[in-house]
C-alpha cells in the first residue's frame, strides 16, 4: 500500500493510521521516503507509522542544525497530539532520534537505532564530490550497501541531484558539520528508554564497531549484528530487520 505525503501547518509527513502505537521513523541525510518502503508495509496496517520528512532543503540556513531538526521533530510531535512514540532512526536520523530522547524522554516509550550517527561517522570521506560525477556518486551510493544492486538507478539519481545542486550540497555540508559538533558519547547513559540497535556487519559509514559502542553505553539496549549488511539494514535485509523491530516492539509494549 502506497501511502501519501501529507502537508499541513508546514510539515510535510507519512502516516498510517494503522494502530494506537505510534512508530516515528525519522530519515537520514541522504534518506528518502522508500528507504523505509519494508517497515511502511509490514507495520502500517497494525501500528500508526509516522515519517516526517527532515527539512533539510527547506529549513532557512542560518537555523540548519541537527538541533533545529530535533525542533522541528518535537514541534512535529506535539502538533499531532502525539502523547509517546517508539522512534527509529537511520544514519543522521539515528541522531536525532537520540537528541530527541534526550530532550524529551517522557515522549519516548522505545528508540531504535540503525547506522545511526552520534559517535563516529565517514559519510563522504575526506572531500565532497566533484558537481557533476556521476560515476562517483553511483560508487559511493552503492558502497552505502554490502549488495550494490540494492542501490537502484532511482537512488542514485536522487543522490546525485543533491550534490550536484550547490544549495541542497552547503546544506548537506553545514548538517554533516553540525552533527560531529554533537558527539554524544558522554550522555547515552542518560537515555533509559528500551533501546533496540540493529547494525550491518559491513556497514562502512557507521562501523559495526560503532553499533557495539552504542551497546556498551546505552544501559538499556539489545545489539543484532547482521551479516553480510551495510549501512541501512532496513532496506538490505527487510524480513529480518522488521522480525527484529516486531519482537522488540511487542515486548516494550507488553512490559509497558
Known sequence: ?????????????????????????????????????????????????????????????????????VDHVAKFVEKKGYKNVHVLGNSLGGHISLLYALAHPKKIASITLTGSSGLFESAMGSTFPKRGDYDFIKKKTEATFYNPEVATKELVDEVFDTVNDRNKAIRVIATAKSAIRHNLRDKLNQI???????????????????????????????????????????????????????EFLTEVTVAA
Open 1 to 69: 500500500m502506497d501511502y501519501p505525503v501529507i502537508e499541513e501547518g508546514g510539515f510535510k509527513y507519512i502516516e498510517t493510521k494503522g494502530g494506537e502505537q505510534n512508530l516515528l521513523l525519522l530519515h537520514g541525510l541522504f534518506g528518502a521516503l522508500s528507504n523505509f518502503n519494508g517497515i511502511l508495509h509490514h507495520f502500517g496496517t497494525s501500528y500508526n507509522v509516522v515519517v516526517p520528512i527532515l527539512p533539510i532543503f527547506e529549513m532557512p540556513l542560518r537555523k540548519l542544525s541537527v538541533s533545529g531538526l
Open 192 to 246: 533509559k528508554a528500551p533501546a533496540l540497535l540493529i547494525w550491518g556487519k559491513e556497514d562502512n559509514v557507521t562501523p559495526a564497531f560503532v553499533g557495539e559502542e552504542f551497546h556498551k553505553l546505552m544501559p538499556n539496549s539489545r545489539l543484532h549484528m547482521l551479516e553480510e549488511c551495510g549501512h541501512a539494514p532496513m532496506m538490505e535485509h527487510p524480513k529480518i530487520f522488521n522480525q527484529h523491530l516486531e
